[in-house]
């Protein structure tokens, strides 16, 4: 990702008054300056990017492959009737620049595997926040940051659930219970000798219901966006 145009003054950022009023200037410039890249911008990706560009993150890219559909409606920040279709990052590219127009953005419209990784150089970004799916695509990426050093955090599940107020926290892999994405991811941090892997995953567990696809309610995947960001804003002004 190259920067175009990083925010040199504090006239930029008076949209972010509300925020900046809580912090100094060298918190300020850790907020311009951080490179984030968000792969998956669905339920929980998209709120994802809409929150770290309202918080001040000015360097973002994201990765998706999809297309909004009518059924992202009850719960993506991405989706809307008029860009139904649409390919996810590239309507969540016009809503962010909508946001903050000096945003500094790219849209990669691939679905990260083993023959797209190329397309995208990890060591550009400061952090990964990876909110796929798929979970052949999450354990490569997961390999590809750790080989890289690069910091990322996992998103578990947040489908399947409604019940109950959102519980959402932040914990190493190997600290988790209940969720069955992080009981996957375990085993395979343990088998490739991944000594640590931050998620975001509750231990309210999911519905067992007789429908193959998983179900969501809007509040779920994005409390779990919110407690991503308020980690990683966080993680950049410490």
């Known amino acids: 990702m190259i920067i175009k145009n990083t925010l040199s003054s504090m006239q930029d950022l008076r949209y972010l008054d509300r925020f900046t009023a809580?912090?100094?200037?060298?918190?300020?410039?850790?907020?311009?300056?951080?490179?984030?890249?968000?792969?998956?911008?669905?339920?929980?990706?998209?709120a994802v990017c809409h929150f770290l560009v309202r918080s001040g993150i000015q360097n973002l890219d994201i990765v998706d492959y999809d297309q909004v559909d009518i059924t992202n409606l009850n719960r993506q920040l991405v989706a809307f009737n008029n860009n139904i279709g649409e390919l996810k990052v590239n309507a969540l590219k016009i809503q962010l620049k909508d946001i903050n127009p000096n945003l500094n953005i790219t849209a990669f419209p691939i679905k990260y595997s083993v023959d797209t990784q190329s397309k995208i150089n990890l060591t550009d970004y400061d952090i990964i926040i990876d909110c796929i799916d798929d979970i052949s695509a999450k354990k490569l990426l997961i390999t590809n940051a750790n080989k890289d050093n690069i910091y990322i955090l996992s998103c578990m599940g947040a489908g399947n659930r409604y019940l109950d107020i959102p519980r959402f926290e932040i914990a190493d892999i190997s600290k988790t219970s209940y969720d069955p994405i992080a009981k996957i991811l375990r085993k395979f941090c343990a088998e490739e000798r991944i000594k640590k892997l931050d998620v975001c995953?509750?231990?309210?567990?999911a519905i067992k219901f007789g429908c193959k696809k998983i179900a969501s309610v809007v509040y779920y995947p994005v409390n779990m966006a919110t407690v991503v960001v308020a980690h990683i804003i966080q993680k950049i002004v410490k």
Request: cysteine-free; proline content about 0%; charged content about 20%.
């Open 201 to 205: 995953y509750t231990k309210q567990k």
């Open 22 to 46: 809580m912090l100094n200037d060298a918190q300020i410039k850790k907020l311009t300056n951080a490179r984030i890249v968000v792969f998956g911008v669905g339920g929980v990706g998209s």
